[in-house]
């Protein structure tokens, strides 16, 4: 099975330039845990929800005076739609990571791949992802 | 498999007078994303990075004024540590999360139990966690 047959298209994201309460009210309102940053729709990095709170939060920053590119993450770790589902979960193993940006083959940004994701393709791949992954608890 | 024998037993807490601030560091220092409020020896809440995103850092609100009481999940779900996984996972299944909390029989806090344990114990129950669970993204 493909990524493209399970990864999620409707990707949310934010500017760098934001505020992280901007960010913040925008997970809020979508319901959602992760912003992809872009600029001028080149990918410059991921913001999580967890990122606002322990790296900026627990920092004691002021979240209506940082911005989102303070505190993102810029190591994004990609795969390609077109790839097998199993090397997607080979990569999250590997990384330790339950999330992929998916691109396409003229490298621009096609959806994400989670872990759930995944269990909708296949319980033992997403299993094997939860065992290596950094604990969530 | 029992509970207990895959859920995580040292937890740290938090009480409900704690600053959100300080909760978020301590997520940051033990590499958690919740924490039980414990009040007098009792469960009161739970609290994770995402609540102290979406409930004090998208409101606007100070984390050093917002104080745990104001920003935590209050209601719990639990399992007790005899129980067998099958059941942990159709609780977690049920009401679409990731996590449960464990007691003992005498209803005192022994841990928690993620989506993430089960995996250790098994694949196909983790993965059936993850379909039902509301979306990561």
């Given amino acids: 099975m493909k ?27 979508l319901g959602v845990g992760t912003l992809l940053v872009l600029e001028n729709d080149e990918l410059l990095g991921i913001i999580t929800d967890r990122d606002i709170s322990v790296h900026a939060v627990a920092m004691g920053r002021d979240a209506n005076w940082t911005d989102v590119k303070t505190v993102m993450t810029t190591d994004v770790v990609t795969c ?46 997403a299993g094997a992802v939860l065992e290596a992954a950094t604990p969530l608890h | 498999m029992k509970i207990y024998e895959i859920m995580s037993s040292k937890v740290i807490s938090t009480t409900p007078d704690e ?3 300080e909760a978020a560091r301590k997520m940051h220092d033990l590499h958690v994303g919740s924490l039980p409020v414990i ?18 850092v998208a409101t606007g609100r100070d984390a050093v004024m917002t104080k745990v009481s104001e920003a935590m999940g209050t209601t719990v779900v639990t399992c007790f540590d005899d129980q067998d996984i099958t059941e942990a996972a159709d609780i977690m299944a049920e009401n679409h999360i990731r996590r449960l909390a464990v ?35």
């Fill in chain 1, 3 to 29: 990524i493209q047959e399970l990864m999620s298209t409707e990707v949310a994201s934010v500017r760098p330039d934001a505020s992280l309460r901007q960010a913040a009210r925008k997970m809020s309102e």
């Fill in chain 1, 80 to 125: 390609f739609n077109d790839q097998e589902i199993s090397d997607a979960a080979q990569v999250m193993e590997e990384q330790h990571i339950r999330r992929l940006t998916v691109l396409n083959h003229d490298n621009k940004l096609a959806g994400l791949l989670s872990v759930d994701d995944l269990a909708r393709g296949s319980h033992d791949l």
């Fill in chain 2, 19 to 21: 600053t959100t601030k």
């Fill in chain 2, 39 to 56: 009040d007098d020896g009792k469960l009161v809440g739970i609290i994770t990075d995402r609540d102290i995103c979406c409930r004090v």
């Fill in chain 2, 103 to 137: 007691l003992t029989r005498k209803h005192a806090v022994a841990g928690f139990v993620s989506v993430d344990d089960l995996a250790r114990g098994s694949h196909e129950l983790a993965s059936t966690v993850l379909e039902a669970a509301t979306p990561a993204h």
